[in-house]
């Protein structure tokens, strides 16, 4: 963001901070504007060479031209801010944020658009087809695959309109692809990932932590986050990916995950782990909370998509009323609009830390943590 001289701000994509440029406004609003780089005249202390070939144009990744360093401390701030802001939490200055072995290399699931043009990504803020041969940030089995898609794969020729493609590699190595509206007849196996003690199926379709090189540290940050105790209550459960471990440390457990497919894959991963006491509420959140009686439960873990809570569900977990909050977010604004709701309704934010879950990217994960505090003593 840069100012111009009359003040307003001016969003330029693709700088660096530092970077000097020359830039044409696109559009002025009354609030702020946004430009476009027409020349880089000196480029900032923390710009690099982007290594893939159609940076710039892919939606994908928009940070490839910052130093890993620079792009965690951006992180650590655009996280800090918008708990201050939207939130109205006092977080620590230096909010502990946990990197990516590697910022390339990681990713494990991947969309990809197949056409007669090509297999690809879509294009910055398009539709269109991004053709990509390869993709750095993917792990390398999803990227020689990719390669090898890219150089005539006998489907690509088949392809008509365009389609779209989900691919996983498993840690075992094995790439498991299918398209997203295949019926179930068509979808290959489920991947297999070990998850800390568990060895876990995940179905195509079914949500999968994106960065498998971070799999180990997110599971035990948010195991040790929920503790221990008699009751929890897990609402996006997903396939089970935090629950078999948490089932482990709570008496009882009751897991909550919309998706049909996660549920069964949820059911497979808890039989196969021995686990019968885990009660199993497939519906939305909103729906299943409504029916909950307040007390009982000594800890939540939520793990929602980028849209966060509803205001009724967050209504209802303050009604529920458990000491303890764990919150895993991939959305710091919904994150902070969510747990100042929770704020007014008797939390306070205990701790808060980053995982670079997506380097490359603008996106973060971040783990907050939040506790009841007792209503006589205000
Ligand atoms: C970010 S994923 C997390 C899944 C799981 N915790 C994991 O780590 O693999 C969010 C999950 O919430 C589920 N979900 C989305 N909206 C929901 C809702 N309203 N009620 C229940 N589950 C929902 C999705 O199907 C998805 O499995």
Redesign the pocket.
């Known amino acids: 963001m840069a100012r111009l001289p009359d003040g307003l701000a001016l969003f330029v994509p693709l700088t660096a901070p530092g970077d000097r440029v020359r830039v044409r406004v696109v559009e002025r609003k009354k609030r702020f504007g946004r430009a476009e780089i027409l020349e880089l005249i000196e480029p900032g202390p923390d710009r690099v060479e982007a290594p893939c070939s159609v940076f710039g144009r892919c939606g994908g990744c928009r940070w490839q031209h910052l130093a890993y360093p620079a792009q965690l401390e951006a992180k650590r701030e655009i996280l800090r801010e918008a708990l201050t802001r939207i939130g109205g939490w006092t977080p620590p200055e230096e909010i502990p944020f946990t990197p990516s072995p590697s910022g390339y290399g990681y990713r494990t699931r991947a969309r990809l658009l197949l056409s007669r043009d090509g297999v690809g990504y879509r294009r910055e803020a398009s539709h269109a087809l991004c053709p990509v041969e390869r993709c750095p940030i993917l792990v390398p089995e999803l990227d020689a695959e990719l390669a090898r898609w890219a150089d005539g794969d006998e489907t690509l020729e088949r392809a008509g309109a365009p389609e779209e493609w989900e691919w996983v590699a498993d840690d075992a190595g094995r790439v498991r692809r299918h398209r997203l509206d295949a019926s179930a007849a068509e979808s290959p196996p489920p991947s297999e990932f070990q998850i800390a003690a568990d060895r876990m199926t995940i179905s195509p379709g079914t949500?999968?932590?994106a960065n498998r090189l971070l799999h180990a540290a997110l599971h035990r940050a948010v195991l040790g986050a929920a503790g221990q105790g008699s009751r929890a209550l897990e609402?996006?459960?997903?396939?089970g990916?935090?629950s078999l471990a948490l089932a482990r440390q709570f008496e009882s457990l009751e897991v909550?995950?919309?998706?049909p497919g996660?549920v069964a894959d949820l059911r497979v991963n808890l039989a196969r782990a021995g686990l019968s006491h885990v009660r199993v509420s497939e519906?939305?959140?909103?729906r299943v909370l409504e029916s909950r009686a307040r007390g009982g439960v000594d800890m939540v873990l939520l793990?929602?998509?980028r849209a966060g809570l509803s205001e009724s569900a967050s209504a209802a977990l303050i009604e529920i009323g458990a000491p303890r909050v764990v919150y895993l977010s991939?959305d710091p604004a919904t994150l902070a609009r969510d747990t100042a709701r929770l704020g007014a309704g008797g939390y306070a934010l205990q701790s808060v830390e980053g995982f670079d879950l997506f380097p490359q990217t603008a996106h973060l994960e971040a783990l907050v943590v939040l506790t009841r505090q007792d209503r006589d003593q205000g």
Do not use: M
């Open positions: 949500f999968v932590q609402l996006h459960a997903g396939a990916f935090f909550v995950e919309s998706s996660a519906g939305q959140v909103d793990d929602p998509p991939c």
